[in-house]
């Protein structure tokens, strides 16, 4: 039965004008165990419908353009930072980012941005999706990697607003590698607290998380707010920390989050 076409999941189904079964004889040789168990469990409906194409990344089964888009950003999620080609002039760069003492996923993100991997719309266009080119925040220029973490009108704004709490200002070029170079640096500063060094790598995944949040959930975030949060989040984690590397019996269980509540406090009436 499988010569001459491909195998179809109607070829094991018996269909008649008033209900529809497993072929289980004609099943059994063509599945293993386990497939053959699965096919048992499936609900046939009993009236037969023509096969048609479905997109499986929209409950309609429909395809729309924002459920493409989103699967290409889940898609580019998912590659391996090692499995990228270094790009740019400068490969080594990249090498700061797994010396910085942040979280795994943020390593990940910073490697996608400075990959030119982020899922932009200049990015998107070249993987062949018709989507809008221009930036989503301010349609004044396309949206590529540097713009939108830096020149965007929003993100000068961002930067600028928060000098005060990052400790320093920062005027942005057109080389997006200039300017992590510019990022990185400020590690080695005598003057900036741990929290203010990193803090901006946790506002370019905030940039990116406020920028996907208007265009799949249309929201636009008050970001300035965001800032206070992200070094709240940050204060706490180095705080997890450093109470890890204490590594005392007091630090443990119920302890931690006691040591932890009074230092958030403490962190928080600094702020
Ligand atoms: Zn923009």
Redesign the pocket.
């Known amino acids: 039965m499988t010569h001459g076409h491909h195998l179809m999941v109607s070829d094991i189904i018996i269909s008649t004008s008033s209900s529809q079964h497993w072929n289980v004889e004609a099943a059994r040789p063509l599945l293993n165990d386990e497939q053959f168990h699965l096919m048992l469990t499936l609900y046939l409906p009993q009236t037969r419908t023509d096969d048609h194409l479905v997109w499986p990344n929209n409950p309609s089964g429909n395809y729309s353009v924002k459920s493409g888009y989103k699967r290409e950003m889940v898609e580019l999620g998912s590659a391996l930072p090692d499995l990228l080609p270094p790009r740019g002039d400068d490969p080594m760069l990249k090498q700061n980012i797994w010396t910085l003492p942040i979280l795994p996923k943020l390593k990940h993100f910073l490697w996608r941005l400075l990959s030119l991997d982020l899922g932009t719309n200049t990015k998107l266009n070249t993987r062949g999706m018709c989507v809008d080119n ?8 396309p ?1 590529k990697v540097n ?2 973490f830096f ?5 000068i704004q961002t930067w600028r607003l928060n000098q005060v709490t990052l400790g320093y200002s920062s005027t942005f070029s057109d080389d997006l590698e200039n300017n992590m170079r510019h990022l990185f640096d400020l590690q080695s500063s005598s003057t900036l607290t741990l929290e203010q060094k990193l803090t901006p790598f946790w506002m370019l995944w905030k940039i990116w998380e406020s920028r996907n949040n208007l265009i799949f959930k249309n929201k636009s975030d008050s970001f300035i707010l965001n800032v206070m949060q992200v070094m709240l989040q940050l204060k706490f984690e180095t705080g997890l920390r450093r109470l890890r590397r204490i590594n005392c019996p007091r630090t443990s269980g119920v302890c931690v989050r006691q040591h932890l509540w009074r230092w958030m406090l403490e962190a928080e009436s600094k702020a």
């Open positions: 221009l930036c989503p925040r301010c349609s004044g220029s949206e713009h939108l020149m965007c009108p929003l993100s």
